[in-house]
């Protein structure tokens, strides 16, 4: 496989998992705003970090159901 190409894709991955990360950020932001209307920005800067590891915990959760649900189909097929 060529390096450059592998780079390039790697690079493109991570360009996306960005994209999805600032549109958390920023679904999360809005929604902070609205539930603390006088906080400081800084108050959801220090609590980003913890709510980007409960929507990866879910999405975690999520795929895991999923590919159980999976496997038993295909355990009875």
Same mark, same amino acid.
Request: hydrophobic residues 45%.
């Given at each position: /496989? ?11 991955? %991570? ?6 990360? =600032?549109?958390?950020? =920023? ?11 006088? =906080? ?5 800067? #220090?609590?980003?970090?913890? /709510? ?5 915990? =879910?999405? %975690?959760?999520? %795929? %895991?159901?999923?590919? #159980? ?9």
């Amino acid at each position: /496989m060529n390096k450059p190409n592998l780079l390039r894709k790697v690079s493109d991955l %991570t360009a996306l998992v960005n994209e999805i990360i =600032a549109y958390w950020k =920023a679904v999360a932001e809005r929604d902070f705003k609205e539930a603390h209307p006088f =906080a400081d920005q800084n108050e959801f800067e #220090q609590n980003w970090p913890k /709510m980007l590891d409960s929507f990866f915990l =879910a999405e %975690t959760l999520n %795929t %895991t159901k999923l590919l #159980q649900s999976l496997s038993s189909i295909v355990r009875e097929n």
